[in-house]
């Protein structure tokens, strides 16, 4: 079964600084990969997927993860943190192509941006 | 139109109440979907309905009833619910559920409260 971890469920940056959330996954088989935010009292929201081919993938919101075979890692990056990234983030994988039990999300990683 | 409504946004029963939330979507979406979120904990799926149809249960209680009367609306009926049962429940929709390359949209929620 797939599994996914990501490292500090906290995590504190200035405002422009870089963005970074570690996420590393398990998974027998080419996982999907994907980043969710959550907004507080909000509904999760895409950021971005890999599925297959570029490595480098770009999201929205500036947003890009490079998924790293090699280290089972999919971390999501910004060059610059806005005030407005501050939200909860979630990174989940799927052995599947179908959403349903093979989708499991991380535990997430709540992202403060300081004035 | 791509939103997935939900109502209501908060809902407090008491455990021999009868309730039921409401999920709605415009987007010709063939695949729905019911999360439960505990506070500061990623959602879990309860269950996935493709094409009207209940594709997956979760092991979930019996206390929870869903039922989807058409392509649009997926209800989650709630009777004699536990204080633990306490949460944000989140609806989601796709394409399809064979469509992990199809986004999945969520609403809010409904922030449940059983006393």
């Known amino acids: 079964a797939q599994s996914v971890t990501q490292l500090g469920s906290h995590v504190s940056v200035s405002e422009g600084a870089l963005v970074l959330l570690r996420c590393n996954y398990s998974?027998?088989?080419?996982?999907?990969l994907f980043w969710y935010v959550q907004y507080p009292n909000q509904g999760l929201q895409l950021l971005l997927k890999y599925t297959t081919g570029a490595t480098l993938v770009k999201g929205i919101n500036g947003f890009e993860a490079e998924f790293k075979k090699s280290e089972t890692s999919f971390h999501l990056t910004k060059p610059s943190a806005h005030m407005s990234d501050a939200a909860e983030y979630f990174c989940?994988?799927?052995?599947?192509?179908?959403?349903?039990?093979?989708?499991?999300f991380g535990p997430g990683t709540r992202l403060s941006v300081l004035p | 139109d791509t939103e997935v409504t939900q109502t209501p946004k908060h809902l407090v029963m008491g455990m021999t109440n009868k309730k039921s939330l409401k999920c709605e979507q415009h987007m010709g979406h063939r695949a729905m979907y019911w999360y439960k979120q505990k506070a500061k904990k990623p959602p879990e799926l309860m269950f996935v309905?493709?094409?009207?149809?209940?594709?997956i249960n979760e092991s979930v209680p019996s206390r929870f009833s869903p039922e989807c009367p058409n392509s649009s609306l997926l209800n989650l009926h709630l009777h004699a619910l536990q204080p633990e049962d306490s949460a944000l429940y989140l609806c989601?929709?796709?394409?399809?559920?064979?469509?992990?390359?199809?986004?999945?949209?969520f609403g809010p929620g409904t922030r449940l409260t059983v006393l």
């Open positions: 989601a929709s796709s394409q399809e559920k064979l469509g992990l390359l199809n986004e999945q949209f």
């Open positions: 309905y493709s094409y009207e149809k209940l594709s």
């Open positions: 998974s027998s088989v080419p996982p999907y």
């Open positions: 989940a994988v799927s052995d599947s192509a179908h959403y349903g039990q093979n989708f499991v």
